[in-house]
Every structure is written in C-alpha cells, then in structure tokens.
C-alpha cells in the first residue's frame, strides 16, 4: 500500500529492539496475531526518543483504541483503509497529530464485506475469526484471547465457533493444525500441548 506512494513515504523495514528504530520517523505496526506485552508490545516502541508509532488493525472498537493510545501509540488505524488514506493518516501522525479510524463494524458478523486481505480470508474467515485462529494456534485460551483482543468471552467463543464451521473442524487440536498449515500463526509458531481439559472441546468454544 505504501510503495504505491513513493514520493510521499520510504519504506523501512524495521523491527522491534534494531536500532534502526532510531533512523525511522513512524513505526505502522500491523497487530494481526501479536501477543507480546499486553496483545501488542507497543511499551517496547513508544517513548520520548522513539519514532511514532501507528497501530494498523481490524479491531477499531473504542476499547482496543483507547488501549493503544493508553500505551502510546500516536495513532491507530483499521486495515481496511485505502492507500491514499493511510499516507495522509501517517503524514498527519508525523506532524504531531493523533489520528484514529472510526469504529467499524467489519468482521463482527458474518457477511460483512470487508476490504483489504488476511491470512484465512480465502477460506471465508473474516479478520476477526482469523485472528482467533491465530491465538489459538499460539497456544491461548479463551480468557486471554478475550483479554488479548479487547472482545468479550462470549464474541471470541462465537468467532470461534463460526470459524471452526467454516474451517470444518470440532476440536482445537484441529484448529491448531489448520491454523498453523494455512499460515495464520507468526513464523516458527509450534503446535502448543493440549490437554482433554481444553475450553472448547466437541464443539464447545
């Protein structure tokens, strides 16, 4: 999306804890499927001596925006934007400003149309239900997907359910293999172990 904008921004490929950090202006850091910290590890980005930080995802509820600016993030904005839209939103963000998106109803219920692409979307997942599998591939349970997400026990066990229907799977072992096979889990991801105890089994989420 930033590459169609090559006059406008230059692209870094920069991650956390290199020192290129301090070379970089803002920081677009995509949160699909990031646990580290408190679901997204921005205390490890943001600071008096950091670039800006923007968070760039489909959870744009009130909740998980005001979590973002709470640990200092500078913006946060959804994935489903356009390109031009999102150099304006970083351009703005390098100027000083606070941008965020309006809340958006994308990927809360099935059906919705969505722009924009993520891992699972050619099996039908929406962003929401993908992102699920993703946690769950990393071994969460529903409790921490909740917390993790910024979404109520009882939503993560509907995606859950949707997503196994639509993945055609009963059991999280399943999921896990799945996920972790259609690349909805970050690299080096290992199957976590399981127990009979686990929260959602034989359909239950």
Known sequence: MLA??????????????????SEVDVI???TFGRVTGDGLG?????GPDRPKVVVFTWNTEPEAIAASLARGADGHLSNSIASSELVEAIEAVHRGEV??????????EEGDNCDGDWPGRAAGLSPREAEVLSFIAQGLNNQEIAST????????????????????VTRRPQAIVWALEHGLAPRGTEAPRLSESTDDQHHQA
Not at 99 to 108: A, T
């Open 28 to 30: 677009l850091c995509e």
């Open 4 to 21: 169609e904008h090559p006059d406008r921004v230059v692209l870094v490929d920069a991650r956390t804890n290199v020192p290129l950090l």
């Open 99 to 108: 941008v965020v998106s309006p809340s958006l109803e994308c990927g809360k």
């Open 149 to 168: 997400a910024h979404l109520s026990i009882n939503t993560v066990k509907t995606f859950i359910r949707t997503a196994y229907r639509k993945i055609d």
């Open 42 to 46: 921005l205390e490890e980005l943001t």
